[in-house]
């Protein structure tokens, strides 16, 4: 099992945002977590990226066996987990090729590797360049800077084409997109699926999923999996919304 | 008395000094020069060294600057073999390089250099002697010696310094690289006095350097005046790299004619206390002038940047950028002022302040000012204080940068903005690597500076070539 979170309690300045979620992921399979605003979708998110603002105050969150809340942000990247952010940073002045450079040699190191040459490391930008349709020279560019929604995006999944994640979590990555930009994105998700990784797809909307067929459909309502299914939840909750949850849920 | 050692810095000092010395500081002056030092000796013995009661001098405190004591000499050491001190090693920043020991000109078999071209560059005793009309036609008329005590000591006491004249319709080739090293076994005071001259449609690049060589503490009170004619084009670069026991005051004055136009840099990396004296006055219309700066204090290390822009003609427009990171307890001040006089419509002045604070004790003052006597104008001001952006951070992070690195990223990015403004490209290399060094805690001062190197083991020869000039 690739990531399994038993019973996962988060909160923010003693705001209690998860209440107790359990998911498990196995390599090969694609989640796809769905939920209304506000009940701690991107929370998850962060909290196994391990962004130090959320306090975990119960349970726990096991990554290749491995307890997760042991590892720092850069070692939980380095392990192989990837965070596409819904709202990407700008970093003016830190080049697009000096961030990933720097980024691909760091993860190298970690794993006892020497950097990669610069001619190669630039033939793997171009590489996955391509992989998701960016035909600037967004090379000099800086990180984000003056990009547009759409180019964030693509950018994001450029970052993981580079950095080859085990588990990538893709929080809200279609929101904001043009049809022609979530098809790039999709496009590029799908070509990345592998037996050995795995990816969480954070959604609000159902479209997406068009485009990406998940194994596993979850609600997060509340700070809790509300319910899990196929494929054919997301067009359930296409066509009912979430208020048919809520009622549920009382 | 020509020398005097190891007394602290005191009004009583310099007055007695001059009164002393007043025939010997005159030799060489002509009847005007000698009516100028001797009001500016009046004006400073009236004004005095400035204190904290002023307002410009409010957060910086001299008093241990000046309660050391200094030895200062009125005539070059004899003792100092300058090719034995330092050598300039710039390997492929093409340069013609101009330097000073101790506030003095250090070569004295070419005193003054005469170029093709028509560019006069060297010693300023010498050009006083040999171009006496010349300089009598700018020297002073820049610098304000009824207001500012240490202007006005330097003007009462200048003897030596760097001239630079270039001639109208004259586009220096290359960069005239100034190199101010202080090198002495005792605490030493030294005031030395610039004069450039860039002539209408002329060019000039101008590197000026300050460095130290040992860790000896030092007091320096420099002015440089700067003239650009109608249309003229002036690149400056004042880098500092001085020890912490090192105090440096330094002025500068701008004039810029009709249509002239100024790029000024200001690279503070090292220096125990630091004080830029910044002044611009547009003397015509369609002037522009750029100010960037940017400071990486750490330790108890002061820098103080004081700018003042005086909008005096319509249509010109002025850009202040000035960005510092602080570290343990440095601290910083700046101190924009643009003044926009009543007739300078379309004025267009902007000023902004950005700092970053990396540890609870480093503190940031920060004044931009604007004082607007015209309706149709455009002015912005800016300043903000913060740490390190943790969004930025955690991004960085998430992708496998180490935490060190990832601060060490975004610290030169936000210093990149300002070095990424210096158009000649060797130089803007060599300063990102000063930069980069000195985030790292790398950098030390003279032995290992990448602009030049020296080293006592490495005894080569003040070198300037030229058949390159």
Same mark, same amino acid.
């Given at each position: ?102 980024? @691909? ?5 970690? !794993? ?9 490391? *630039?033939? $793997?930008? /171009? ?89 596993? @459909? ?5 700070? !809790? ?9 997301? *067009?359930? $909750?296409? /066509? ?11 | ?469």
């Amino acid at each position: 099992m690739l990531l399994q979170i038993k019973n996962l309690h988060a909160s923010i300045n003693g705001k209690e945002i998860l209440r107790g979620v359990n998911l498990e992921v196995n390599k090969g399979e694609v989640h796809a977590i769905m939920g209304p605003n506000g009940t701690g979708k991107s929370t998850l998110a962060s909290v196994i990226a391990g962004r130090e603002v959320f306090d975990v105050t119960a349970g726990e969150i096991r990554y290749n066996g491995k307890d997760l809340q042991k590892l720092s942000i850069e070692d939980r990247a380095r392990e192989g987990i990837f965070l596409g952010f819904q709202y990407p940073v700008e970093i003016p002045g830190v080049s697009i090729t000096n961030f990933m450079r720097t980024a @691909v040699n760091e993860i190298r190191k970690f !794993k006892g590797l020497d950097p990669l040459p610069g001619g190669e490391f *630039l033939r $793997l930008m /171009e590489e996955k360049k391509r992989l998701v349709e960016i035909t600037s020279n967004l090379t000099n560019r800086s990180v984000n800077e003056g990009f547009s929604g759409g180019e964030k995006k693509k950018n994001e999944i450029f970052q993981m084409a580079m950095l080859e994640p085990m588990l990538a979590i893709l929080d809200e990555t279609d929101s904001g997109l043009d049809i022609d930009a979530l098809r790039i994105v999709a496009n590029g998700v799908n070509k990345l699926r592998r037996p050995d990784n795995a990816f969480v797809v954070i959604t609000h909307y159902q479209r997406l999923l068009d485009y990406i067929i998940p194994d596993f @459909v979850h609600v997060l309502f509340e700070g !809790k999996i509300v319910k899990s299914g196929g494929k054919e939840l997301a *067009l359930e $909750l296409e /066509e009912k919304g979430y208020d048919w949850i809520k009622k549920e849920q009382g | 008395m020509q020398t005097n050692i190891k007394e602290p810095i005191t009004l009583e000092r310099f007055t007695g000094l001059y009164q002393k010395n007043r025939a010997f500081l005159m030799v060489n002056d002509t009847p005007m020069l000698a009516g100028k030092r001797d009001r500016a000796f009046e004006a400073f013995s009236t004004l005095g060294f400035p204190d904290t009661s002023m307002e410009t001098w409010r957060l910086t405190n001299l008093d241990e600057s000046f309660s050391r004591g200094y030895d200062y000499h009125l005539r070059p050491m004899e003792e100092v073999d300058i090719q034995k001190v330092f050598r300039c090693n710039i390997p492929h920043l093409d340069t013609a390089v101009i330097g000073q020991l101790n506030g003095w000109y250090v070569s004295k078999d070419v005193p003054l250099m005469e170029l093709g071209n028509g560019i006069i560059m060297g010693s300023l005793a010498e050009a006083r002697k040999k171009y006496p009309q010349l300089v009598e036609k700018y020297f002073g008329t820049m610098a304000d010696d009824t207001s500012d005590g240490f202007t006005a000591l330097n003007t009462a006491f200048v003897q030596d310094g760097v001239f630079i004249y270039v001639p109208d319709n004259v586009k220096s080739p290359k960069p005239v690289q100034l190199i101010n090293v202080i090198h002495h076994e005792e605490n030493l005071f030294l005031q030395s006095r610039n004069l450039i001259l860039v002539g209408a449609n002329a060019k000039l690049s101008l590197v000026h350097c300050d460095d130290s060589y040992n860790h000896q503490a030092s007091f320096s009170n420099i002015v440089t005046e700067i003239h650009v004619g109608e249309h003229g084009v002036m690149d400056h670069y004042k880098l500092q790299n001085l020890n912490n026991n090192s105090t440096l005051i330094s002025s500068v004055f701008f004039r810029l004619e009709a249509s002239a136009s100024l790029d000024s840099h200001y690279i503070s990396l090292n220096g125990g206390l630091l004080r830029n004296n910044i002044w611009v006055l547009f003397n015509g219309p369609h002037g522009n002038a750029n100010i960037y700066g940017i400071y990486l204090m750490d330790r108890k290390q002061h820098v103080d940047n004081q700018v003042f822009v005086d909008h005096a003609w319509p249509d010109c427009s002025s850009n202040e950028t000035f960005k510092g990171i602080l570290d343990e307890h440095a601290r910083a001040i700046f101190n924009g002022h643009v003044l926009v006089r009543r007739d300078a419509t379309k004025t267009d002045a902007r000023q902004s302040n950005k700092n970053i604070l990396l540890t609870d004790t480093a503190r940031v003052n920060s004044k931009p000012f604007l004082e607007i006597y015209n309706d149709d104008v455009k002015c912005s001001h800016g300043s903000t204080t913060g740490q390190l952006d943790q969004e930025s951070m955690f991004y960085l992070r998430q992708r496998g940068i180490g935490e060190e690195t990832a601060r060490m990223l975004l610290m030169f990015a936000f210093a990149d903005e300002i070095v990424a403004k210096i158009s000649i490209p060797q130089l803007r290399q060599r300063i990102e690597d000063m930069v980069k060094k000195r985030l790292q805690g790398e950098l030390q001062i003279c032995e290992q500076c990448v602009l030049h190197c020296s080293t006592p083991e490495h005894p080569v020869e003040f070198f300037i070539d030229m058949s390159k000039v």
